[in-house]
């Protein structure tokens, strides 16, 4: 009989830690390997993690909406053997009768503190910003007495200035923040009560000097009490939204939020400039029409669009390698892989972009494979962390909801995206040996937003060129 660990598998390159939504499996359930136990969410992917052994779930280690870091232990499980199943130690209260009576009074202010400060904190928290915190940074936030805007202004060393767990806790060790000083006439006031009754309770025969007087803090700086709502200085806050009756308010998701801010992070960083091409896609479409459905009885799946297009983008991060970047802060980082991410609508109007890794080294048939896994897996929720990261270039495929073309966002740390618009039958000019003629073509736009940072006009224009270029010049004989 022995006890197994199962920790928070590593997630990718740059994910370091994840938030448990749920759990599967409660404490007694008998787990079989690969069974998945519980739930987590990243700001690319929510998955499941299964079990690596068979056995029984004895002990839970984090709580839903906990964040786990990577390598951490996140549930026990019995292998082999009767179970027991430990119920929670109850602890003995014990009355401490022995202290001083000073300890007893100081030890209740600070927890008169900590209680009035914690129950503001609630509120402060709730503050509107561009920076996301964790929720473990805002419990720590809330138990150190840490209001949003001072929360604000410490230093972030993750992910886009992100303040992770070791940066609010060496704030706090460095005393900068000092919940016990910083307090105001309302909590001054709650202390002394507090005290008060703790001064009678404990030793009320030995007290005889006013509370106040044994209540001292460090000396320090004297602070200006918080301002009412009366004496604030105006701060210029968003417009609120005016709710009309019957009008219905529906909570973002949380893939929704992390969307949006990705979106609004994207364009306060990228200088967004786009080109746009008409591509004429008629041999492609022929092409198409003529071998799907031998592939469709070969290979047991359907043959879209999107792997040949997949392919000419490949092709041309190929010719242009300077594509192919990303910057970090003075630096551009020239990647060595061609990795291109697949924006995929989600069922619930959520999108999400898995990654075709090495896509200039696969061929056709191999591109149609992996976009259809993706596609797939995608919808049913069932991408791991790894195959939504490492993405060098995006493309988004505007048409399939019938736009003719779009302006994309970049998809950060990336300097581009390209937006495949709707096939579309119309009128064209075509010239001939005997002059020019009206005819039906099938034609699309494509759309190519860029980093004008470090891509200019000239090598954004000439990539989505080389795109169409090898688009229009489809072999109609080519076979897959």
């Not at 990228?270 to 479409?285: K, M």
């Amino acid at each position: 009989m022995s006890k197994f660990e199962l920790k928070l598998p590593r997630m990718g390159e740059s994910v370091a830690e994840a938030t448990l939504t749920s759990w599967l499996k409660e404490v007694g359930d008998t787990i079989e390997m690969d069974e998945p136990i519980f739930e987590i969410a990243t700001d690319k992917v929510d998955s499941e993690v299964p079990s690596e052994v068979d056995g029984v779930l004895i002990e839970k280690c984090f709580n839903v909406d906990d964040v786990v870091e990577v390598g951490q232990t996140v549930a026990i499980i019995q292998v082999g053997g009767d179970v027991e199943i430990a119920e929670p130690e109850q602890k003995d209260k014990e009355v401490e009768t022995e202290e001083p009576v000073l300890q007893e009074m100081v030890s209740a202010a600070e927890s008169a503190v900590m209680h009035a400060r914690a129950q503001t904190s609630v509120a402060q928290l709730n503050g509107t910003s561009d920076r996301f915190y964790s929720p473990l940074v805002k419990n720590i936030a809330r138990q150190e007495g840490i209001s949003f805007d001072e929360l604000e202004t410490i230093a972030g060393t993750g992910k886009d200035g992100r303040v992770t767990k070791d940066d609010i806790l060496n704030y706090v060790k460095k005393g900068e923040s000092n919940p016990v000083e910083r307090i105001s006439a309302p909590e001054r006031a709650a202390v002394q009560e507090r005290v008060a009754v703790t001064q009678k309770v404990a030793a009320p025969e030995k007290v005889s000097t006013p509370v106040e007087e044994k209540v001292t803090a460090p000396a320090a700086p004297e602070k200006v009490a918080p301002a009412t709502a009366s004496t604030q200085a105006p701060t210029s806050e968003k417009p609120k939204t005016q709710v009309s009756r019957g009008d219905e308010i529906i909570p973002m998701s949380r893939m929704g939020k992390l969307i949006a801010k990705h979106m609004t992070d994207s364009v306060s960083t990228s200088a967004h400039v786009q080109s746009f091409i008409e591509v004429d896609v008629t041999n492609i479409v022929t092409w198409r029409n003529k071998i799907k459905d031998a592939f469709f009885k070969r290979e047991g799946e359907k043959f879209t669009y999107t792997p040949i297009f997949m392919e000419a983008v490949a092709k041309a991060l190929k010719k242009y390698p300077m594509m192919n970047i990303s910057v970090d802060g003075d630096s551009v980082i020239k990647k060595k892989n061609i990795n291109i991410g697949m924006a995929a609508a989600l069922p619930d109007g959520n999108l999400i972009v898995p990654v075709i890794k090495n896509a200039d080294q696969l061929n056709l048939l191999g591109i149609a494979k992996v976009v259809n896994d993706l596609a797939d897996r995608s919808r049913n929720n069932a991408l791991k962390p790894d195959e939504v990261q490492g993405g060098t270039y995006t493309v988004t495929n505007v048409g399939t909801f019938g736009s003719v073309f779009g302006t994309p966002i970049i998809n950060q740390p990336q300097v581009g995206i390209l937006a495949l618009g709707a096939i579309r039958k119309i009128p064209s000019v075509i010239e001939t040996a005997e002059g020019d003629v009206i005819a039906v073509r099938s034609k699309m736009y494509l759309s190519h937003s860029y980093d004008h940072r470090v891509v200019n006009g000239a090598l954004g224009s000439m990539f989505a060129k080389a795109v169409a270029d090898y688009l229009e010049n489809w072999d109609l004989n080519r076979e897959v």
